[in-house]
């Protein structure tokens, strides 16, 4: 979420813009394929969504095959049961791990970035995985939309109570009473 600075005039600062119209306030962080048509559903958000669950879909398959291909490669080549083996069971065991690191960040954020950095060889291998989760995700809701969703919520929710509590004017709550003509004393 990025939020608007309080202070006009200041211009745009890293990290804070203004939502559409011109308004101050936290902005939604656009998602892929959706943009922030995942905020209000509109914009054409089912049909994005049919079209991504489709799409992801598609392209799993012909991952597989791909993969399959690649597999009689290994048997044309005749280099044994051991090395077949060994290679289905390494798509297979990435392809698990891929599937669920990309479930889990639909819904968090990662706790530790360094580490999901060094999974992400990992999770190349096992695309077919990571494919399947945002297959599945989309029949839920546009992937990522929730996580992106409490954020946003979290973050007007905060600019709203900020802006409400600056309401009046500062300078007449701190005023103390003083005889006409006198000036309070310094400290």
């Known amino acids: 979420m990025s939020e ?3 202070d006009p005039g200041t211009g745009a600062t890293p990290g804070s813009t203004t939502s559409g119209g011109g308004t101050p306030g936290p902005r939604p962080e656009p998602l892929f ?3 922030t048509t995942w905020v209000d559903h509109d914009g054409g958000y ?8 489709v799409g992801s879909l598609v392209a799993a398959v012909a991952a597989c095959f791909v993969l399959r291909f690649a597999f009689q490669g290994l048997q044309i080549a005749d280099v044994g049961n051991l090395v077949g083996i060994l290679v289905v069971a390494m798509f297979a065991i990435c392809s698990a791990i891929a599937f669920r690191k990309t479930w889990e960040g639909f819904s968090r954020r990662p706790a530790d970035p360094a580490r999901e950095a060094n999974l992400r060889g990992l999770k190349t291998i096992g695309f077919v995985g990571s494919l399947i989760a945002y297959f599945l995700r989309t029949f839920m809701e546009a992937p990522g939309e929730g996580l992106r969703r409490t954020e946003y919520e979290t973050a007007l929710a905060r600019y709203a109570k900020r802006r409400s509590s600056r309401t009046g004017n500062p300078a007449a709550r701190k005023t103390t009473k003083t ?8 400290k």
């Open 4 to 6: 608007n600075s309080e």
């Open 33 to 35: 394929f959706f943009g």
């Open 46 to 53: 089912g049909l994005r969504r049919a079209g991504a669950a």
């Open 179 to 186: 005889p006409k003509g006198k000036r309070p004393k310094r």
